[in-house]
């Protein structure tokens, strides 16, 4: 196969070869971004862990817990572990250093989610020491955050009463397992919140955001939560108890339909982008219709025609779509740290890169059959009729 044509015929017209080029690479690198904004945002859901549950309020999310539920939770048959969460709703520094903390029991924290793994600094001293705290390696990235640093957060829900910062010293540096835990999070002590709210020394809701609850493995999950919204049927305060992936989901329905919203858009590039090099490679056709005449002379079989032709389409895209999904490989880091608080965990999977090479091979296949298929089936005389 006379693989020196091929790639003198696909730059026959260097502007047009680079602009389809360039126009494949964005296409791609929107297609892997977009895949895996979607991606990150199923990934608590599927990653949620099915001896967890979560008790919030009937209610509201936003609608605080009696303290005293903790205990009455616990003595629920099924139940091992009962942990209080608090959202705190912070900022480093300045309201764009956003970053999600919560107010939670170190110990059952520690023995509810297995998948936090201390890297550095020490678990035991932040169990110990009541204004200690642990971030996660996303953080230490984004901010340069070590162990033994006095990390200020000005916190719009829970705002103090002299109107400065909140100070938490970090004891320890996790990094998690599983999608069911961000990288991204200060987790602190629940009883310095709660003291300093009894002690007005900080403004703010009173009682429990939700209770993260874990049950036994022989546990049935469903039984053990319609016992805990029976349990407080009547009050004070309706409880609504739900599995970890369902809990997940609230989040991202909140948001509303991101996932088809975002595949929407992808479909659009997508079928752009086809169009685009389906015309790139009618035009290229066209002007090649001597070439295959001369190489059909010269005795090369119709095949061999089509082939030489299709490898200039399948060469193109796979050019064009490798550097896509390379340049949204490559910049991943840099929008983490951008969504990171939107869109925590963010990365491109293998998978996804995966994809867009093959859609990248699709792409060629599609814009390159009927217009080979043409020029092969047409016969020398017809061909070298044709005007260069």
């Known amino acids: 196969m006379p693989f020196r044509l091929v790639l003198k015929n696909l730059f026959k017209h260097p502007l047009r070869t680079v602009l389809t080029l360039g126009s494949l690479i964005v296409a791609l690198f929107l297609l892997c971004v977009l895949r895996s904004l979607v991606v990150t945002l199923e990934a608590g859901v599927k990653a949620a862990r099915s001896d967890r549950i979560i008790v919030q309020s009937a209610v509201s999310l936003f609608v605080q817990l009696p303290e005293s539920y903790e205990a009455k939770i616990v003595g629920v048959e099924g139940v091992r572990a009962a942990c209080r969460w608090n959202w705190f709703g912070g900022y480093y520094r300045e309201p764009a250093n956003f970053f999600a903390q919560f107010a939670c029991e170190p110990e059952e924290l520690f023995d509810l ?6 890297v550095e600094g020490s678990a035991e001293e932040f169990v110990s020491k009541r204004l200690s705290c642990i971030i996660g390696t996303d953080l230490v990235r984004d901010f340069g955050f070590r162990v033994g640093d006095t990390v200020p957060i000005i916190s719009a829900l829970y705002p103090l009463a002299s109107g400065g910062a909140w100070e938490f010293r970090v004891a320890g540096i996790y990094e998690s397992s599983s999608s069911a835990v961000d990288q991204r999070t200060l987790f602190f002590h629940w009883e310095y919140l709660s003291e300093s709210i009894d002690q007005g020394v900080t403004l703010g809701p009173d009682g429990v955001g939700i209770f993260v609850v874990g049950i036994e493995k022989e546990a049935d999950p469903v039984a053990v939560m319609a016992a805990i919204d029976e349990l407080f049927e ?44 389906v015309n790139t490679m009618l035009m290229a056709a066209r002007e090649q219709r001597r070439d295959a005449g001369i190489l059909q002379a010269l005795g090369f079989g119709d095949r061999t025609v089509f082939f030489v032709f299709l490898l200039q389409s399948l060469l193109l895209t796979a050019l064009g779509g490798g550097l896509g999904v390379l340049l949204a490989v490559s910049s991943s880091p840099a929008l983490a740290s951008t969504l990171g608080t939107a869109f925590p965990g963010y990365r491109i999977d293998p998978e996804t890169a995966l994809l867009g090479l093959g859609l990248s091979i699709a792409i060629g296949l599609v814009a390159g059959v009927a217009p080979a298929w043409q020029l092969s089936r047409r016969s020398p005389v017809e061909s070298l009729r044709t005007r260069a």
């Open 113 to 118: 989610y297995p998948e936090i793994k201390i």
């Open 234 to 277: 009547n009050g004070p305060q309706r409880v609504q108890a739900t599995s970890e992936s369902e809990f997940q989901a609230q989040f991202v329905s909140m948001i509303g339909n991101v996932p088809f919203f975002v595949g929407a858009i992808g479909a659009g590039v997508l079928i752009a982008i086809v169009l685009a090099v």
